[in-house]
């Protein structure tokens, strides 16, 4: 009895497999198509809006609403993988306020995506000029990653674009994090420990600074 009962689970398990993988690469498929709906049907939003403020920018009146609308304008063009466009439209906005940190980040994400670093840095070292307004804590991160990845001669400038923030905003959690995370990353592990050991002199609730220092520990 034994003897039959085995080869039949066999064929019972090889059933099951063949079933299951006949049910799988239909659902696969499946999935890969509703994601590739769903990027036509992002795609088709995006060229709504854009649509939509280049026909308000034809009737706007004040200066805040063109404003408004060539960097929305920017913004739809920048999430097409239209750079080019997108440079040309926040240049625009930049023209009417420019001490509008956000544009000038904006101006920075787009030259660093056409891979013009140079460009990239000089909109980006903008963004967190003293007298403009807007700048938070991303900008300098948006900086800082600049160096690290794309112009690694200048990883040593690092520590200073996040200073920069610090001397306006000395209790920036955001930015203390940062500059502790840079310090691991080059191997610094007393002056890391030294920024999360701030944060929790700030808030002596964050977990986030429990666990750097947890780790740091670990490491030892």
Not at 46 to 60: A, D, G, S
């Amino acid at each position: 009895m034994l003897t039959i009962l085995l080869p039949s689970l066999a064929v019972i398990t090889v059933v099951l497999v063949l079933g299951c993988l006949y049910w799988y690469i239909p659902w696969s498929q499946d999935q890969a198509l509703r994601e590739e709906w769903r990027q036509e049907e992002a795609t088709a939003k995006r060229l709504e809006i854009l649509e939509e403020f280049e026909e308000k920018l034809k009737t706007v009146k004040t200066k805040a609403e063109k404003f408004e609308a060539l960097a929305e304008i920017g913004f739809s063009r920048y999430t097409l993988d239209d750079y080019q466009g997108a440079v040309k439209y926040w240049q625009k906005a930049l023209e009417l306020e420019p001490k509008a940190s956000i544009t000038w980040y904006n101006l920075g994400n787009a030259y660093k995506s056409l891979e013009n670093f140079p460009q990239a840095e000089a909109y980006f070292k903008e963004a967190i000029n003293s007298e403009f307004v807007g700048a938070t804590p991303l900008f300098y991160k948006a900086l800082a990653d600049l160096y690290w990845y794309k112009i690694p001669e200048k990883k040593g400038d690092i520590t200073s674009v996040y200073m920069i923030g610090l001397v306006k905003d000395p209790k920036n959690i955001e930015l203390i994090g940062a500059l502790g995370s840079y310090y691991e990353k080059i191997g610094n592990k007393d002056m890391a420990y030294k920024q999360y050991l701030k944060i929790l002199n700030i808030d002596p609730t964050s977990q986030y600074a429990v666990e750097k220092i947890k780790t740091l520990w670990e490491e030892e």
